[in-house]
């Protein structure tokens, strides 16, 4: 195997913090959070006194001040124990980066420090009943009203959605400008006018509340609108190399703890008077898994490395989220497949991790939108060829 160089040593030592977390605070009740379609709040405030959530903020706003590793370390002891309730990524790696990068002082001083804690719980309001990818379809409106705005649409999707105390959201300030009449605003969760529908019933990631989101009259003053008015769309757009690549970290992670399930079980499984391991077709299918596992291992920790110093390109992002979340869904079906009627259970890892998949060739933007990325820069290379 190919050694990960990425991490030191104090990334290390809060590994296995977060680890003995998760296998105490989260492990043991994860199949009732499954069943109740949510995370109670208390674990939030527990993470927050673990210095899980949002490692990167800086200490002037309640922050450590560490470097994006600490980040991607918490994501990875989640995702390897299936842990897929606890919606910490949007909340640290986008919703806090989004107030970070483009907030006020103010702005940063209100909702920061709370979001450190787990006191409050970040949302991203972008999509729409008609509107997935194409961000520049939102119908949601912010009107001028006096000093202020008047917000009227809906959402959906919206993960963290029931729990969410901030929430950033993406409205039309301007319904003829296209992606220039994008604007972005923050709404505290107990804004009046500001109504949620019903915890969503999903396919998988059962623990993790999934709502609609209604803005009925909802009045916003200008100083919660986050950067300036008509420049949403460019501001989410600087953003979304960081979200395919968490996209790319979580199935990178999926696909070598699924593979080490099904190795560990095939080996202990007996057929035919030998270990279902032992069987060749068990070996090729393994090995294959294993091989292109530790290619994505490579290509993702290469990708972390470039957006830590700023140079991570969209097609790069766009490559690491097509290929990683494609291989994702590849090794959960074919390992399933090696547990025979077991994997077909609830109650079995690999069954919620199957479930639990599909989501990542949608999140972040469809596969088939990361292929027109690249695709699109194909033709730009083509043309500055010729």
């Known amino acids: 195997?190919?050694?990960?160089?990425?991490?030191?040593?104090?990334?290390?030592?809060?590994?296995?913090?977060?680890?003995?977390?998760?296998?105490?605070?989260?492990?043991?009740?994860?199949?009732?959070?499954?069943?109740d379609g949510i995370v109670p709040r208390e674990l939030w405030r527990k993470a927050g006194e673990q210095g899980m959530l949002c490692c990167t903020v800086p200490e002037e706003y309640g922050g450590l001040g560490l470097d994006y590793l600490f980040d991607v370390v918490v994501f990875e002891e989640l995702w390897r124990a299936g842990a897929s309730g606890p919606g910490f990524l949007i909340h640290t790696d986008l919703v806090a980066t989004y107030i970070l990068s483009?907030?006020?002082?103010?702005?940063?001083?209100?909702?920061?420090?709370?979001?450190?804690?787990?006191?409050?719980?970040?949302?991203?309001?972008?999509?729409?009943?008609?509107?997935?990818?194409?961000?520049?379809?939102?119908?949601?409106?912010?009107?001028?009203?006096?000093?202020?705005?008047?917000?009227?649409?809906?959402?959906?999707?919206i993960s963290n959605g029931q729990l969410c105390d901030v929430l950033v959201l993406a409205t039309k300030t301007d319904a003829e400008a296209g992606a220039k009449g994008v604007t972005l605003f923050l709404v505290e969760g107990d804004r009046a006018g500001f109504r949620r529908g019903k915890n969503l019933d999903k396919l998988g990631m059962h623990?993790?509340?999934?709502?609609?989101?209604?803005?009925?009259?909802?009045?916003?003053?200008?100083?919660?609108?986050?950067?300036?008015?008509?420049?949403?769309?460019?501001?989410?757009?600087?953003?979304l190399s960081q979200e395919r690549l968490a996209q790319a970290i979580r199935s990178a992670t999926v696909?070598?703890?699924?593979?080490?399930?099904?190795?560990?079980y095939t080996m202990n499984r007996q057929a035919f008077g030998r270990s279902i391991f032992e069987q060749q077709n068990t070996q090729f299918k393994l090995a294959e898994l294993q091989?292109?596992?530790?290619?994505?291992?490579?290509f993702t920790d290469r990708c972390i490395e470039l957006f830590m110093t700023g140079r991570l390109d969209p097609v790069d992002a766009a490559m690491a989220k097509m290929l990683t979340t494609e291989l994702h869904c590849k090794a959960v079906d074919e390992c399933l497949q090696l547990f025979g009627g077991w994997g077909y259970m609830w109650e079995m890892p690999i069954a919620r991790a199957y479930a639990d998949?599909?989501?990542?060739?949608?999140?972040?933007?469809?596969?088939?939108?990361?292929?027109?990325?690249?695709?699109?820069?194909?033709?730009?290379?083509?043309?500055?060829?010729?």
């Open 1 to 35: 195997m190919i050694p990960r160089t990425l991490f030191r040593d104090e990334h290390e030592m809060f590994r296995e913090s977060v680890r003995k977390f998760v296998e105490k605070e989260i492990v043991p009740f994860h199949a009732q959070w499954e069943r």
């Open 102 to 157: 483009f907030g006020t002082e103010a702005q940063k001083k209100k909702f920061l420090p709370k979001m450190v804690s787990g006191e409050w719980i970040g949302s991203l309001g972008m999509t729409e009943p008609h509107a997935g990818s194409d961000l520049k379809a939102i119908k949601t409106r912010a009107i001028r009203d006096g000093n202020g705005f008047l917000i009227n649409g809906q959402k959906v999707f």
């Open 207 to 239: 623990a993790q509340d999934t709502s609609e989101l209604f803005f009925d009259d909802m009045r916003l003053p200008p100083e919660n609108m986050l950067g300036a008015e008509g420049q949403g769309f460019a501001l989410m757009m600087t953003k």
């Open 255 to 264: 696909t070598e703890t699924v593979i080490q399930w099904t190795v560990d």
């Open 291 to 298: 091989a292109q596992a530790t290619a994505m291992r490579v």
């Open 357 to 386: 998949a599909r989501i990542t060739k949608i999140a972040g933007g469809s596969v088939e939108i990361m292929k027109l990325i690249i695709a699109r820069q194909m033709a730009d290379d083509a043309r500055n060829r010729g």
